[in-house]
């Protein structure tokens, strides 16, 4: 792989139930980020850590955790599922700010 | 909440014109100016980025211009090509927390042929 990978592609999701969406990176970035893309509101971030073993909240962090146990994976954690996170979650990686990458994303719709 | 405000929310060009979107920000921790292009199912992509220190910055077909006393900046994709349809995004960088990026709202560009 070369980038960043997420998993699932798309997931239907009933509400209520726990989910964990991860995320992988090859390229040894420092940093990490969970965006979620709506129509009209563009993307807002979640969380975000800048190494390994740190994290931060974002704009919208309600709803979500994280964790860094390593360089290379980045999880976010839906605990109990609701309608208004349905939206189209991306995943990103930078080293210090520098040479953003983005996953395919992630499509989830909670019903 | 949103840092960083984008315009217009959709535009049409025709094939050969010039596309302009325009984004203005408030937080002077914001160091760095990128735009991404995404494609529909698509994560978005770097397409051109610019720093505060410089007013210009042109790659081909595409120009960043930058106003800092302002808090301003534009993107301007000359020569619109119908492969140009896509939604821009402009962002900023807030170093103030953990580099991450703060986005507009988006521009849907449309060329029409």
């Known amino acids: 792989i070369a980038g960043i990978t997420q998993a699932p592609t798309s997931q239907i999701l009933a509400a209520g139930r726990r989910m964990t969406l991860r995320c992988t990176q090859d390229?040894?970035?420092?940093?990490m980020y969970w965006y979620r893309q709506d129509l009209g509101l563009g993307l807002r971030l979640i969380h975000y850590?800048?190494?390994?073993?740190?994290?931060g909240k974002g704009e919208v962090p309600d709803g979500y955790s994280v964790s860094r146990a390593n360089t290379d994976d980045f999880p976010l954690t839906l605990a109990s599922a609701v309608p208004s996170q349905t939206s189209v979650y991306f995943c990103?990686?930078?080293?210090?700010?520098?040479?953003?990458?983005f996953g395919s994303g992630t499509r989830l719709t909670v019903v | 909440q949103q840092q960083v405000k984008q315009s217009p929310q959709s535009l049409i060009v025709q094939k050969g014109g010039i596309s302009i979107i325009n984004c203005a920000y408030e937080n002077t921790a914001f160091d760095y100016f990128p735009w991404y292009q995404q494609f529909p199912g698509k994560g978005p992509a770097l397409l051109i980025a610019i720093r505060p220190d410089v007013s210009e910055k042109k790659e081909g077909r595409f120009t960043i211009s930058f106003n800092k006393s302002a808090k301003q900046f534009s993107l301007h994709i000359m020569d619109s090509q119908p492969g140009d349809s896509a939604t821009y995004f402009c962002?900023?960088?807030?170093?103030?927390?953990?580099?991450?990026?703060?986005f507009g709202k988006g521009t849907s560009l449309l060329v029409t042929p």
């Open positions: 390229m040894r970035h420092n940093a």
């Open positions: 990103a990686s930078s080293d210090s700010g520098i040479g953003y990458t």
């Open positions: 962002a900023a960088r807030d170093s103030n927390s953990g580099y991450a990026l703060n």
């Open positions: 850590s800048n190494t390994a073993g740190t994290t």
